[in-house]
């Protein structure tokens, strides 16, 4: 090669490393992790940047609603984020999120859709079309349409359960939902229609637990293999083997959340597995605790690990798609805290706090790009 071939290599070399230089630190400067917190009291949205190199949240803007905001949900393609009220008038509130700065633009035009009563819970189907939304005071569970643009619709079907249904959630496959009846005590499993929202009850339709127990919430492993079932009123946790193609759930295991020693009336609230499935966390309000159990890829079950103290009256958290953080919002201390998880042994390390609304009670987590 002649010096002038080899000093056009040298400017062609040099240009494309700054290029690439470039194009990486725009991609980190545009990488963020935005964290929205609901505060029922306070009657607003805590919208918090995560800042995963000093593990703290800080303050992004905070968003009035107007009510009791409490369950929220994120679209699957995470350009909107769904907030129920749950002061009347019911209603569910459709906000754009935008990426680059994670602030709330509030849908203009079927902003807010009507719900059909008061929800403890609210999900999209796999596809971000559907709506679910479980009542407990209501006893029943509904589906709502969702548009192109992200907003809500009219409700599209309401159908009745058993006392004081908590949680509904679709499969991956977006095949079957599964609704908890914390009064009942069982799990309904419903047939869905993608196409057309509609539900129809499986067989068997309904799955039930130990009396008192309490269904509150259910979560899948990215597998689909096992679903794993947090107890309110006994603060138990059930394993259950999960078949796909049936939609049907077969009992494996059942544990406890509560410490040793724990003298009260349990309180359990929420349950999250780590993003590689090898963790799983359960939250209980009266010891305001954490629970740490190791999953068996093989199996399925639970090793306690046990408890970690966490905010005071822990009825939500999340945990960030790294598996780094899990942030928990504290009813009564008014304030999230978050925890460092050791990525080797899932182990929840001290937190560091930050104070929100008034009664913080459901954390949602999303990143881009």
């Not at 509904?142 to 949680?167: C, F, M, R, W, Y």
């Not at 040793?260 to 929420?270: E, I, L, N």
């Not at 966390?281 to 159990?293: D, K, N, Q």
Request: with cysteine; net charge positive; aromatic share 6%.
């Amino acid at each position: 090669m002649n010096s002038r071939n080899s000093s056009s290599a040298k400017v062609v070399r040099t240009a494309l490393a700054v290029a690439c230089g470039l194009a990486a630190a725009a991609g980190s400067a545009s990488a963020a992790t935005w964290v929205y917190v609901s505060n029922a009291d306070s009657q607003e949205i805590s919208v918090l940047e995560l800042d995963r190199s000093q593990g703290t949240v800080k303050p992004v803007e905070t968003v009035n609603v107007g009510g009791q905001v409490m369950p929220m949900a994120v679209s699957p393609d995470k350009r909107f984020l769904y907030a129920a009220l749950r002061s009347q008038p019911f209603r569910v509130t459709s906000f754009a999120i935008d990426p680059a700065t994670g602030k709330l633009r509030k849908l203009r035009k079927l902003g807010e859709a009507p719900l059909a009563d008061s929800m403890a819970n609210i999900d999209t189907d796999a596809t971000g079309t559907w709506l679910f939304a479980a009542s407990y005071p209501g006893h029943k569970i509904t589906v709502n349409s969702i548009d192109k643009e992200g907003k809500v619709g009219a409700i599209q079907q309401l159908v009745p359960t058993a006392p004081n249904a908590h949680a509904i959630h679709a499969d991956a496959n977006n095949r079957f939902v599964l609704a908890t009846s914390l009064g009942g005590d069982n799990v309904s499993a419903w047939r869905f229609d993608a196409t057309t929202g509609r539900l129809t009850p499986n067989e068997p339709a309904l799955t039930t637990t130990p009396p008192k127990s309490g269904p509150r919430h259910i979560v899948w492993d990215k597998a689909q293999r096992y679903a794993y079932l947090l107890n309110e009123l006994d603060a138990s946790l059930q394993v259950f083997a999960w078949d796909g193609a049936k939609g049907t759930l077969q009992p494996l295991q059942s544990t406890t959340t509560l410490p040793a020693g724990f003298t009260g009336k349990p309180w359990a609230a929420d349950i999250h597995l780590s993003p590689d499935g090898r963790h799983l966390y359960a939250s209980e309000r009266t010891s305001s605790t954490l629970s740490t159990f190791r999953v068996d890829a093989a199996t399925g079950k639970l090793q306690p690990l046990g408890q970690t103290p966490t905010e005071k009256t822990p009825r939500g958290f999340a945990i960030d798609s790294s598996g780094r953080f899990l942030i928990a919002a504290g009813q009564e201390s008014h304030s999230v805290s978050v925890h460092p998880i050791d990525p080797a042994t899932g182990a929840l390390g001290t937190p560091k706090q930050l104070p929100v609304g008034k009664n913080p009670n459901w954390v949602e987590i999303v990143d881009f790009p």
